[in-house]
Nanobody, 117 residues
């Protein structure tokens, strides 16, 4: 009964900011890489940003310099600070996490981010 609980999505004007949060429902679990993906209508799901348990980050070229991914102290939470949002950032954003020492992968339900022009 492991769940990834997402929050922070919503409607924002271009140039604005949002912060997405994702937390593993069972705090006793340890996650390796966590990340955020997004999917817009008619497009494939793409990686937005990821972060390892050691703090190494990776960003899609389209969001570099605007988005920042970070981990909580427990390493089973992940955040995505999104600044200077653009209409093309509009998508459903999904949290993803890999269970440490395994190939078990978890997905959140997704949260809608809409950026108006």
């Amino acid at each position: 009964q492991v769940q990834l609980v997402e929050s922070g999505g919503g409607l924002v004007q271009a140039g604005g900011s949002l912060r997405l949060s994702c937390a593993v429902s069972r705090t006793s679990l340890s996650m390796n890489t966590m990340g955020w993906y997004r999917q817009a209508p008619g497009k494939q799901r793409e990686l937005v940003a990821s972060i390892t348990s050691g703090g190494r980050t990776n960003y899609a070229d389209s969001v570099k310099g605007r988005f920042t991914i970070s981990r909580g102290n427990a390493k089973n939470t992940v955040y995505l600070q999104m600044n200077s949002l653009k209409p093309e950032d509009t998508a459903v954003y999904y949290c993803n996490a890999d269970l440490q020492f395994s190939r078990v992968n978890y997905w959140g339900q997704g949260t809608q981010v809409t950026v108006s022009s």
